[in-house]
Nanobody
């Protein structure tokens, strides 16, 4: 069965950095684009970043563009989210997700079939 396991969350101060990891198993990782989403308390889950299966296309939410970087290593079945210049509004549970393999890249959560359990990121001012 497909498993996506996130790690790397934690608590940092404004301006700090964190690197989230997502280890995938149970799927042919190299054929899936991957995405990161987040959900803050009382808010809907929102798209953060996505990367194509071949690593040649990335897409970011405007709120994180220039601060976050998504990357992957197909040999390691892992996708990362490097988060720099963190702000209190980045506080949320961050989820790794894999969409339907028909999508080269996807930003809408409805297109994602598999989700990790989430990792908490807390940014204090």
């Amino acid at each position: 069965q497909v498993q996506l396991v996130e790690s790397g969350g934690g608590s940092v101060q404004t301006g700090g950095s964190l690197r989230l990891s997502c280890a995938a198993s149970g799927l042919t990782f190299s054929t899936y684009s991957m995405g990161w989403f987040r959900q803050a308390p009382g808010k809907e889950r929102e798209f953060v970043a996505a990367i194509s299966w071949s690593d040649d296309t990335t897409y970011y939410a405007d709120s994180v563009k220039g601060r976050f970087t998504i990357s992957r290593d197909n040999a390691k079945n892992t996708v990362w989210l490097q988060m720099n210049s963190l702000k209190p509004e980045d506080t949320a549970v961050y989820y790794c997700a894999a969409p339907n393999p028909d999508f080269t890249i996807a930003t809408m959560s409805d297109y994602y079939d598999y989700w990790g359990q989430g990792t908490q990121v807390t940014v204090s001012s």
